[in-house]
């Protein structure tokens, strides 16, 4: 055994020395690129690589050498990035909103939320501005109305759940308004099931609320067997129960709604689990960038083809970023095909989150820069 670790030992050392001597070609390569403004990628190229050098090796290990060179022409584009990086329209914009500078974000505005009072829309638009002056509306699509209108200045959306998901629905209005997420919260979310006076746990039969609450309390509400009916969010279910003139109905919404509406906890803490945390994103009509930005948001449209995700991922880890979202939606129209939401830590500032956007917006199908900003617990 150690006869034969000694031999690889060799080996690894003359790999690593021609993966340097590679390297140093790979950045005289990239300097020629620059000079005739030419792109980083070049799928040609890399196929006319991979057939000849695939074509030499063994039938048994073909699989292993096309994996290994397309890790090394990942490595070699995301070296490549640091002496050049093709702009688009979308990084020229970027660029020149960075022209402004990082401004500090503010604590007063006007806020547009879902919902009505006692929202956790509202909660979070408060952390989020301490000082904000909000307006209710009754869909997503109403809130992003009012943005674009110029109506208020923020949105404050859900964009996911830890027990339930993304919010899918943000996400599309997000492309079709083209706004930025400018900051977003963390929220613990505690759910309470609220009634009215005199209404009995036993006496409940049927439960109002939004569908994400009604996903996050399945256990309660499977326990209590009770007819389910979805409204546009938890507190408009609080306000529904406290107007019904019956008595056998109850809401799940913040144990806020209770004072609010007169109702009493029949029930706190029924979501399925203790961490139950939701994501609300700030929005705006406008690219701003904000001090402290540590979370970039991406939307990606890739090829339905093997190794497309890879691809994508060995270049985030090829420039040492690290992703701390990564989850696919299938696109409506499509047999099989999925966008892909990734969040990343990092800043438009920094050199390589600039390449690797910018790669990204050549290289996809479809490529969406969802903003760079804060996220705060």
């Given at each position: 055994?150690?006869?034969?670790?000694?031999?690889l030992?060799?080996?690894?050392?003359?790999?690593?020395?021609?993966?340097?001597?590679?390297?140093?070609?790979v950045?005289?390569?990239?300097?020629?690129?620059?000079?005739?403004?030419?792109p980083?990628?070049?799928?040609?190229?890399?196929?006319?690589?991979?057939?000849?050098?695939?074509?030499?090796?063994?039938?048994?290990?073909?699989?292993?050498?096309?994996?290994?060179?397309?890790?090394?022409?990942e490595?070699?584009?995301?070296y490549?990035?640091?002496?050049?990086?093709?702009?688009?329209?979308?990084?020229?914009?970027?660029?020149?909103?960075?022209?402004?500078?990082y401004?500090?974000?503010?604590?007063?505005?006007?806020?547009?939320?879902?919902?009505?009072?006692?929202?956790?829309?509202?909660?979070?638009?408060?952390?989020?501005?301490?000082?904000?002056?909000?307006?209710?509306?009754?869909?997503?699509?109403?809130?992003f109305?009012?943005?674009?209108?110029?109506?208020?200045?923020?949105?404050?959306?859900?964009?996911?759940?830890?027990?339930?998901?993304?919010?899918?629905?943000?996400?599309?209005?997000?492309?079709?308004?083209?706004?930025?997420?400018?900051?977003?919260?963390?929220?613990?979310?505690?759910h309470?099931?609220?009634?009215?006076?005199?209404?009995?746990?036993?006496?409940?039969?049927?439960?109002?609320?939004?569908?994400?609450?009604?996903?996050?309390?399945?256990?309660?509400?499977?326990?209590?067997?009770v007819?389910?009916?979805?409204?546009?969010?938890?507190?408009?279910?609080?306000?529904?129960?406290?107007?019904?003139?019956?008595?056998?109905?109850?809401?799940?919404?913040?144990?806020?709604?209770?004072?609010?509406?007169?109702?009493?906890?029949?029930?706190?803490?029924?979501?399925?689990?203790?961490?139950?945390?939701?994501?609300?994103?700030?929005v705006?009509?406008?690219?701003?960038?904000y001090?402290?930005?540590?979370?970039?948001?991406?939307?990606l449209?890739?090829?339905?083809?093997?190794?497309?995700?890879?691809?994508?991922?060995?270049?985030?880890?090829?420039?040492?970023?690290n992703?701390?979202?990564?989850?696919?939606?299938?696109?409506?129209g499509?047999?099989?095909?999925?966008?892909?939401?990734?969040?990343?830590?990092?800043?438009?500032?920094?050199?390589?989150?600039?390449?690797?956007?910018?790669?990204l917006?050549?290289?996809c199908?479809?490529?969406?820069?969802?903003?760079?900003?804060?996220?705060?617990?």
């Open positions: 055994m150690e006869e034969l670790r000694n031999k030992n060799k080996i690894d050392d003359e790999i690593v020395k021609l993966y340097l001597e590679r390297m140093g070609i950045a005289e390569i990239s300097k020629e690129k620059e000079r005739e403004r030419l980083v990628l070049c799928g040609k190229r890399e196929k006319e690589i991979l057939d000849r050098i695939v074509g030499v090796a063994p039938s048994e290990l073909k699989q292993y050498v096309t994996m290994l060179y397309q890790t090394v022409f490595t070699s584009k995301a490549q990035t640091k002496f050049t990086a093709s702009d688009t329209p979308l990084t020229k914009r970027i660029k020149a909103a960075l022209l402004d500078g401004k500090k974000f503010p604590d007063s505005a006007s806020v547009a939320v879902q919902g009505v009072e006692g929202a956790y829309s509202g909660i979070a638009a408060t952390r989020l501005i301490p000082n904000a002056s909000i307006s209710y509306f009754n869909s997503f699509e109403s809130v109305k009012a943005v674009d209108k110029g109506l208020c200045k923020f949105g404050v959306l859900p964009i996911d759940n830890s027990l339930f998901g993304n919010v899918g629905q943000v996400y599309d209005l997000i492309k079709e308004y083209k706004f930025y997420i400018v900051k977003s919260v963390k929220l613990e979310i505690r309470s099931l609220l009634a009215k006076a005199g209404t009995t746990l036993e006496g409940v039969k049927e439960v109002f609320s939004h569908e994400q609450a009604i996903g996050q309390c399945s256990k309660i509400l499977d326990k209590l067997g007819k389910v009916t979805v409204v546009s969010n938890t507190a408009v279910a609080a306000e529904m129960v406290a107007q019904s003139e019956r008595n056998d109905v109850a809401a799940i919404a913040s144990a806020e709604c209770a004072s609010l509406y007169g109702l009493k906890v029949l029930i706190s803490g029924v979501q399925n689990e203790d961490t139950n945390y939701t994501r609300f994103i700030c705006s009509k406008n690219l701003e960038f001090e402290n930005a540590n979370r970039i948001s991406l939307v449209g890739l090829l339905h083809k093997s190794g497309s995700l890879y691809k994508v991922l060995s270049r985030f880890s090829a420039l040492g970023l992703l701390t979202k990564l989850s696919s939606r299938p696109v409506a499509t047999e099989f095909e999925y966008l892909f939401y990734l969040d990343f830590e990092s800043n438009v500032a920094k050199n390589e989150a600039l390449a690797i956007i910018s790669e917006d050549l290289e199908e479809s490529f969406e820069f969802l903003g760079s900003y804060q996220e705060t617990v």
